[in-house]
């Protein structure tokens, strides 16, 4: 008798255990909600100018990089901006150094770089040279940083990813480029669906175009106006003829229920 009495035993407790397990399981983690959720895309077979190619161009002009970088560091009030912008059509006529522009000339001619951005702050030195980019996709080049700890907190989040090769004294390598999200023509729909008329008519891209991201995000209560908890959420912008003073359209949607959840407040 007793032996039946701990043989049932044993069995309630398992019967426990595994409806406990079963739970867990089931239980719907952030983790679990980012693998969902997160699309991997096959970024080289999306970019048009391999690793390779350009990592061979910056070797075979290295010095150019360099001299062209430090002038453009050295020289901001030359160019009236921060940051300085050099392009094919912006920049090079301002430059008052015949060898510097040359160099400038050489590089932006031979078509692999569309563009050179930098700013010269006290506590740290960038120079971008721009390769390629497809807006929503992929950003792609060669940078310089004086200081690598700005890489270092520059980290990927979710589906923005953010890839460094280092190539010595300051010099790297990116890839910056978008996982896709799992229904994200319906998340675009869902936040255009949510607009006035009046917002529509100032976006720039097409719907497809509208950049689709998994965020971390403090959204405020609608009723008591206070912030809630930093939450998992979709958010999808749209860029629009007032970017430049007020900031683009942002909606925010619940990734499990699409519902809206808020906006980024503009200005």
């Known amino acids: 008798m007793r032996k039946l009495i701990i043989i049932a035993y044993l069995f309630v407790v398992a019967a426990i255990f ?8 089931m239980k719907p983690t952030k983790l679990s909600k980012i693998n969902y959720l ?32 430090k002038y453009m560091l050295n020289n901001e009030i030359v160019f009236g901006t921060r940051p300085v912008i050099l392009n094919k059509e912006t920049g090079i006529a301002k430059i008052d150094d015949g060898s510097i522009k040359k ?25 971008i040279f721009h390769i390629d980019d497809n ?28 890839y460094y090769e280092d190539l010595g004294n300051g010099w790297f390598y990116y890839l910056f480029y978008y996982d896709q999200i799992r229904d994200g023509d319906v998340f675009r729909k869902k936040a255009w669906d949510s607009l006035p008329e009046q917002e529509r008519i100032s976006i720039l891209h097409d719907l497809n175009k509208a950049l689709v991201q998994l965020k971390d995000v403090v959204i405020f209560d609608k009723k008591t106006l ?13 860029n629009t003829k007032q970017d ?24």
């Open 18 to 25: 595994i409806q406990f397990t079963e739970y867990e399981v």
């Open 38 to 69: 997160i699309i991997n895309s096959d970024i080289n077979s999306v970019v048009k100018v391999s690793k390779l190619d350009i990592l061979s161009y910056f070797e075979k002009n290295t010095d150019n990089f360099n001299t062209l970088s």
């Open 103 to 127: 160099i400038a000339n050489t590089l932006l001619q031979e078509n692999l770089i569309k563009g050179v951005e930098s700013e010269n702050d006290d506590e740290s030195k960038y120079v």
């Open 135 to 162: 807006y929503g996709t992929y950003d792609q080049g060669i940078i310089y940083m004086s200081d690598k700890k700005v890489i270092d907190k520059g980290k990927t989040e979710y589906n923005y990813v953010k």
């Open 226 to 238: 206070k912030a809630n908890e930093t939450q998992l959420v979709i958010s999808v912008t749209f």
């Open 244 to 267: 430049a003073f007020i900031g683009p359209i942002t909606i925010y949607l619940d990734p499990s229920t699409k519902e809206i959840l808020g906006s980024q407040v503009r200005g």
